[in-house]
């Protein structure tokens, strides 16, 4: 093993100040949990919040909300371009997953076909604001309000990001986030519901209500792994997590199974002070996100800055991606591929989608495909130092043909 300075693709600095945090928050329990779910609810201008084990999770107990409020509604439409736990969570919650291609310039809906597969059929539409850029929000209400579907906010890329002066995960109907490793804020793992709907929030408590808390045995191994994750994302020592196979860093799992319980107070006490935190982080995002797209000799977009989890970029082909993350990699520059593909293409879906059959070469969304062979990602967190900006953007500007950065619709 070669230690190199080596920047992780994706993180969410943790300090040492904040595991001390976290072992008083281990004495006072459901007090700190209550005053997290004042403090989120007091932020976002909501008026329910539900605090549980993931995001995945959280969007597992949306869905089995909706479901009780409409139970002759089945399906559930998502990006064919997203996070493998989105389709995890739809059928974990036993519902339908419907897919919709997506706009290559916005990684967004394609609207077009958006429009033609929603139907009587149709339980939610999830948009997803992919690395922090809004969805249209305002075009997907239109088309669901007419049909009586209703508005989940995938925003687990996007804590604290914006949409026409409103938080994202509070313009439709229902919302969630993730505070998972890499997000925009972490306390390891865990994920946040809100609603300003009362029928919504009282569907969802009625199973929010069943869930147990997480056994104690699994707290303690999520603190060691928390601390690990804590020290070993700093660029000076992510080389050595990076060269260990085993431990899976950056790979795209679609869990068959998950746990769904309640958040635990260890994780809510490593969320102390987590405003100031969470605004910290994102304005350092946007910041570092604008000088690397200025560093390629591309203009930064007039109005509030994107706080992008990563900054995608969209080359030519798959053969030129792999060649520019293999050379960023041997660097340490922190280059990475996402989702390996399409929705449609994952194995364990097969026969379970309605359109389409997964599996094979071939898939029936062409802009998911193309973005699944073509997308690189540039890393824009906290630990990425002003020497690693100038590296990155001296790098990214020399590719050719230069790749395009998708942003959202105008």
């Known amino acids: 093993m070669r230690a190199v300075r080596t920047v992780p693709p994706a993180a969410a600095p943790l300090h040492p100040e904040d595991f001390l945090g976290a072992l008083g928050g281990l004495f006072s329990g459901r007090d700190l949990l209550r005053r997290l779910e004042d403090e989120i609810r007091e932020y976002f201008h909501v008026s329910h919040v539900f605090l549980v084990s993931s995001g995945k999770a959280a969007l597992v107990l949306i869905l089995r909300g909706l479901a009780s409020l409409s139970k002759e509604r089945k399906e559930v439409v998502i990006p064919a371009y997203t996070c493998f736990s989105v389709p995890s969570a739809v059928v974990k919650a036993g519902l339908e997953v419907r897919l919709c291609d997506i706009d290559l310039c916005t990684l967004d809906f394609d609207y077009t076909h958006l429009e033609s597969i929603i139907g009587e059929t149709t339980l939610c539409v999830v948009p997803c604001h992919l690395f922090g850029i809004p969805s249209d929000?305002?075009?997907?209400?239109?088309?669901?309000k007419s049909?009586?579907?209703?508005?989940?906010?995938?925003?687990?890329?996007?804590?604290?990001?914006?949409?026409?002066?409103?938080?994202?995960?509070?313009?439709?109907?229902?919302?969630?986030?993730?505070?998972?490793?890499?997000?925009?804020?972490?306390?390891?793992?865990?994920?946040?519901?809100?609603?300003?709907?009362?029928?919504i929030a009282g569907a969802i408590e009625s199973f929010y209500a069943g869930l147990e808390r997480p056994r104690p045995e699994t707290v303690a191994r999520e603190c060691v792994r928390v601390m690990g994750l804590g020290v070993f994302a700093r660029p000076s020592l992510y080389w050595l997590p990076a060269q260990v196979p085993f431990l899976g860093l950056g790979k795209t799992i679609f869990y068959n199974d998950f746990p769904v319980t309640k958040l635990s107070s260890l994780h809510a006490a490593l969320l102390q002070q987590w405003p100031r935190r969470l605004e910290k982080s994102n304005q350092i995002r946007s910041e570092n996100?604008?000088?690397?797209?200025?560093?390629?000799?591309?203009?930064?977009?007039?109005?509030?800055?994107?706080?992008?989890?990563?900054?995608?970029?969209?080359?030519?082909s798959r053969e030129a991606r792999d060649a520019v993350c293999a050379l960023a990699a041997r660097h340490g520059l922190g280059l990475s591929t996402m989702y390996p593909h399409p929705i449609d293409q994952i194995e364990e879906l097969e026969g379970r989608l309605g359109q389409t059959a997964a599996g094979g070469e071939q898939s029936a969304f062409p802009a998911a495909a193309k973005v699944s062979r073509c997308l690189l990602t540039a890393p824009t967190h906290p630990l990425l130092s002003s020497d690693d900006l100038s590296r990155l953007a001296t790098f990214l500007a020399e590719i050719d043909p230069p790749p395009r950065i998708p942003s959202a619709a105008a």
């Open 147 to 199: 049909k009586g579907v209703f508005v989940v906010e995938d925003a687990a890329q996007a804590m604290g990001g914006m949409y026409k002066g409103e938080k994202l995960g509070t313009v439709g109907d229902v919302g969630f986030f993730s505070l998972g490793r890499g997000k925009n804020i972490t306390c390891g793992n865990g994920g946040i519901i809100v609603t300003g709907s009362e029928t």
């Open 137 to 144: 929000l305002d075009r997907v209400k239109r088309l669901c």
């Open 289 to 316: 996100a604008a000088r690397l797209t200025r560093g390629m000799g591309r203009p930064v977009p007039a109005g509030a800055m994107v706080p992008y989890l990563r900054l995608p970029l969209l080359l030519s």
